[in-house]
Protein backbone atom coordinates (compact mmCIF):
# COMPACT_ATOMS: atom_id res chain seq x y z
CA UNK A 1 0.00 0.00 0.00
CA UNK A 2 0.87 3.83 -0.11
CA UNK A 3 2.42 5.64 2.46
CA UNK A 4 4.18 8.63 1.91
CA UNK A 5 5.91 11.67 4.51
CA UNK A 6 4.64 15.20 2.95
CA UNK A 7 6.46 16.53 5.64
CA UNK A 8 7.38 16.77 8.64
CA UNK A 9 3.37 16.99 10.21
CA UNK A 10 1.93 15.22 7.99
CA UNK A 11 1.34 11.94 5.76
CA UNK A 12 -0.42 9.70 3.45
CA UNK A 13 -2.03 6.40 4.87
CA UNK A 14 -3.88 3.79 3.03
CA UNK A 15 -7.51 3.83 4.70
CA UNK A 16 -8.20 0.83 7.63
CA UNK A 17 -11.79 -0.34 8.48
CA UNK A 18 -10.71 0.46 11.78
CA UNK A 19 -10.14 3.84 10.74
CA UNK A 20 -14.29 4.12 10.05
CA UNK A 21 -15.14 5.81 13.33
CA UNK A 22 -12.77 8.41 12.71
CA UNK A 23 -13.76 8.98 9.56
CA UNK A 24 -17.15 9.49 10.14
CA UNK A 25 -16.30 11.49 12.57
CA UNK A 26 -14.19 14.02 10.65
CA UNK A 27 -17.23 13.57 7.82
CA UNK A 28 -19.91 14.43 10.10
CA UNK A 29 -17.92 17.19 12.34
CA UNK A 30 -17.31 18.86 8.34
CA UNK A 31 -21.23 18.37 7.07
CA UNK A 32 -21.60 22.03 5.78
CA UNK A 33 -18.27 22.57 4.78
CA UNK A 34 -18.38 19.55 2.61
CA UNK A 35 -21.77 19.45 1.61
CA UNK A 36 -20.86 23.09 -0.61
CA UNK A 37 -19.00 20.63 -3.48
CA UNK A 38 -19.29 16.94 -2.35
CA UNK A 39 -22.74 15.07 -3.39
CA UNK A 40 -22.16 12.14 -1.06
CA UNK A 41 -22.16 13.66 2.23
CA UNK A 42 -25.99 13.18 3.13
CA UNK A 43 -25.54 9.55 2.26
CA UNK A 44 -22.42 9.30 4.25
CA UNK A 45 -24.91 8.81 7.84
CA UNK A 46 -23.18 6.13 10.24
CA UNK A 47 -19.67 4.59 11.01
CA UNK A 48 -21.25 1.93 9.06
CA UNK A 49 -21.23 3.99 5.74
CA UNK A 50 -17.47 5.15 6.20
CA UNK A 51 -16.85 1.36 6.61
CA UNK A 52 -18.35 0.62 3.16
CA UNK A 53 -16.52 3.42 1.72
CA UNK A 54 -12.99 1.99 2.79
CA UNK A 55 -14.46 -1.36 1.64
CA UNK A 56 -14.84 -0.12 -1.39
CA UNK A 57 -11.26 1.63 -1.88
CA UNK A 58 -9.33 -1.38 -0.96
CA UNK A 59 -11.26 -3.44 -3.15
CA UNK A 60 -10.44 -0.89 -5.86
CA UNK A 61 -6.80 -1.15 -4.91
CA UNK A 62 -6.95 -5.29 -4.87
CA UNK A 63 -8.42 -4.66 -8.59
CA UNK A 64 -5.31 -2.56 -9.21
CA UNK A 65 -8.23 0.41 -10.44
CA UNK A 66 -6.24 3.12 -8.12
CA UNK A 67 -6.31 3.88 -4.23
CA UNK A 68 -7.28 6.48 -1.62
CA UNK A 69 -5.64 7.11 0.85
CA UNK A 70 -6.21 9.04 4.63
CA UNK A 71 -4.16 12.35 4.60
CA UNK A 72 -2.66 12.38 8.45
CA UNK A 73 -1.73 15.95 9.72
CA UNK A 74 -0.39 15.68 13.22
CA UNK A 75 -1.30 12.05 13.66
CA UNK A 76 -4.92 12.87 13.33
CA UNK A 77 -7.18 12.44 10.19
CA UNK A 78 -7.42 15.58 7.83
CA UNK A 79 -9.42 14.37 4.79
CA UNK A 80 -8.90 11.99 1.60
CA UNK A 81 -7.27 11.61 -1.89
CA UNK A 82 -7.98 8.98 -4.40
CA UNK A 83 -8.11 7.78 -7.77
CA UNK A 84 -11.87 8.06 -9.17
CA UNK A 85 -10.64 5.46 -11.46
CA UNK A 86 -7.45 4.29 -13.76
CA UNK A 87 -7.58 3.20 -16.98
CA UNK A 88 -5.17 1.34 -17.90
CA UNK A 89 -5.28 1.15 -21.28
CA UNK A 90 -5.05 4.43 -21.94
CA UNK A 91 -2.79 5.33 -19.71
CA UNK A 92 -4.75 7.84 -17.51
CA UNK A 93 -6.19 8.48 -14.09
CA UNK A 94 -8.90 10.88 -12.65
CA UNK A 95 -8.47 12.10 -8.95
CA UNK A 96 -10.44 13.73 -6.26
CA UNK A 97 -10.13 15.02 -3.07
CA UNK A 98 -11.35 16.79 0.28
CA UNK A 99 -10.46 18.27 3.65
CA UNK A 100 -11.62 18.53 6.59
CA UNK A 101 -12.24 22.72 7.18
CA UNK A 102 -9.79 23.22 9.83
CA UNK A 103 -7.14 21.78 7.68
CA UNK A 104 -7.01 23.71 5.12
CA UNK A 105 -4.51 26.62 4.64
CA UNK A 106 -1.59 24.28 6.06
CA UNK A 107 -0.71 23.42 1.93
CA UNK A 108 -1.95 19.57 3.05
CA UNK A 109 -3.65 18.82 -0.29
CA UNK A 110 -1.40 20.57 -2.74
CA UNK A 111 1.44 18.48 -1.02
CA UNK A 112 -1.16 15.17 -1.27
CA UNK A 113 -1.93 15.88 -4.83
CA UNK A 114 2.09 16.46 -5.75
CA UNK A 115 2.60 12.80 -4.32
CA UNK A 116 -0.64 11.33 -6.16
CA UNK A 117 1.03 13.08 -9.71
CA UNK A 118 4.72 11.98 -8.69
CA UNK A 119 3.40 8.20 -8.67
CA UNK A 120 1.55 8.00 -11.35
CA UNK A 121 3.82 9.33 -13.53
CA UNK A 122 7.11 7.94 -12.25
CA UNK A 123 6.30 4.68 -10.68
CA UNK A 124 2.83 3.73 -12.41
CA UNK A 125 4.22 5.38 -15.88
CA UNK A 126 0.77 6.62 -16.44
CA UNK A 127 0.41 9.88 -19.07
CA UNK A 128 -2.34 11.65 -18.08
CA UNK A 129 -3.94 13.09 -15.01
CA UNK A 130 -6.79 14.70 -14.78
CA UNK A 131 -8.90 16.39 -12.00
CA UNK A 132 -12.05 18.37 -11.97
CA UNK A 133 -13.64 21.17 -9.98
CA UNK A 134 -16.27 23.05 -9.73
CA UNK A 135 -16.46 25.85 -11.40
CA UNK A 136 -16.76 28.48 -8.02
CA UNK A 137 -14.86 26.08 -5.81
CA UNK A 138 -11.82 28.45 -5.86
CA UNK A 139 -10.06 26.84 -3.17
CA UNK A 140 -9.85 23.21 -4.88
CA UNK A 141 -9.42 24.96 -8.12
CA UNK A 142 -6.32 26.79 -6.75
CA UNK A 143 -4.39 22.97 -6.50
CA UNK A 144 -4.58 22.05 -9.90
CA UNK A 145 -3.14 25.71 -10.92
CA UNK A 146 -0.76 25.85 -8.70
CA UNK A 147 0.88 22.54 -9.95
CA UNK A 148 0.81 23.27 -13.61
CA UNK A 149 -1.93 21.72 -14.42
CA UNK A 150 -3.53 22.90 -17.43
CA UNK A 151 -7.66 24.09 -17.87
CA UNK A 152 -8.88 21.86 -20.68
CA UNK A 153 -12.51 23.18 -20.72
CA UNK A 154 -15.72 23.17 -18.98
CA UNK A 155 -18.47 20.43 -18.88
CA UNK A 156 -21.63 22.34 -18.00
CA UNK A 157 -23.92 20.77 -15.57
CA UNK A 158 -21.32 18.12 -14.55
CA UNK A 159 -22.94 17.20 -11.40
CA UNK A 160 -25.85 17.27 -9.52
CA UNK A 161 -25.32 18.68 -5.50
CA UNK A 162 -28.68 18.00 -3.46
CA UNK A 163 -30.70 21.14 -5.60
CA UNK A 164 -29.04 21.84 -8.71
CA UNK A 165 -26.20 21.06 -11.40
CA UNK A 166 -22.39 22.62 -11.03
CA UNK A 167 -20.71 23.07 -13.97
CA UNK A 168 -16.79 21.53 -13.76
CA UNK A 169 -13.82 22.65 -14.96
CA UNK A 170 -11.49 20.13 -16.47
CA UNK A 171 -8.20 20.17 -15.44
CA UNK A 172 -5.22 17.88 -17.43
CA UNK A 173 -1.69 17.32 -16.86
CA UNK A 174 0.70 14.59 -19.13
CA UNK A 175 3.49 12.93 -18.48
CA UNK A 176 5.59 15.15 -21.13
CA UNK A 177 4.36 18.39 -18.96
CA UNK A 178 5.09 17.02 -15.69
CA UNK A 179 7.56 18.91 -13.74
CA UNK A 180 9.75 16.64 -11.21
Given at each position: M????????????????R??????????????????W???????????D????I????????????????????D???????????????????L??????????????????????????????????????A??????????????????????????L???????????????????
Amino acid sequence: MFYHKLSEDAELRPLEARQSPELFALIDDNRLHLRQWLPWVDLTRTVDDSRAFIELTLRQFAQSNGFHAGIWYQDELAGVIGHHRIDISNGATVLGYWLGERFQGKGLMTLAVQAFVRHAFEDVKLNRFEIRCAVGNDRSRAIPERLGFKPEGVLRDAEWLYDHFVDHVVYGQLAREYLR
